[in-house]
């Protein structure tokens, strides 16, 4: 079966409660990312989401994909499919890696499979280039909050 896989990382100067308080918001979503336009439902497992993503010069892409794992604080996955399965699959992935008590590493990941993966190369430049804009989108909305934050705490 044809695979592909994204992965990418950026540092955040947070706690993972911080990371994962933005990242759990799905509904401010389209205030800041510039990747996932839009998302609705439960994180949890077995629900069902409603995402509309827009890579980098693409246009807009609905689905709806089915939560596999959600450990808040740590890790947030699901898994998309074009129609039937073995087509084009993509399990996306967010996981926050704490590196000390204010740092962490955040994960933002997919891996394609399906009969589908050789047909979409430069879609799938697009979406790492999305992943990244999002993943820099991230990083500054929760450490401006942490700013914000930091600024308004008596001292």
């Known amino acids: 079966m044809p695979r592909r896989e994204i992965r990418t990382q950026i540092g955040i100067e947070a706690a993972p409660e911080e990371v994962w308080r933005v990242l759990a918001d799905f509904g401010a979503f389209p205030e800041w990312n ?14 069902r989401l409603r ?11 609905a689905f709806q994909p089915t939560v596999t794992a959600c450990e808040p604080l740590r890790e947030l ?3 998309g499919r074009v129609l039937i399965p073995g087509l084009l ?4 992935s967010f996981a926050i ?15 394609f499979t399906g009969l ?6 430069g879609m799938l ?9 999002m993943n820099r989108a991230l ?17």
């Open 97 to 111: 890696q704490a590196l000390g008590p204010r740092r962490v590493r955040f994960l933002h990941a997919e891996t």
């Open 125 to 133: 430049e697009k979406t790492r280039q999305g992943f990244e804009e």
């Open 34 to 47: 510039p990747l996932i336009r839009e998302i609705s439902g439960e994180a949890k497992p077995g629900a």
């Open 116 to 121: 589908l993966v050789p047909f979409f190369g």
């Open 77 to 79: 996955r699901w898994l």
């Open 139 to 155: 990083k500054a909305r929760v450490e401006k909050a942490r700013r914000a934050e930091t600024c308004s705490e008596p001292g």
């Open 89 to 92: 699959d993509g399990e996306h």
């Open 51 to 61: 995402v509309t993503i827009q890579p980098p010069g693409a246009s807009p892409m």
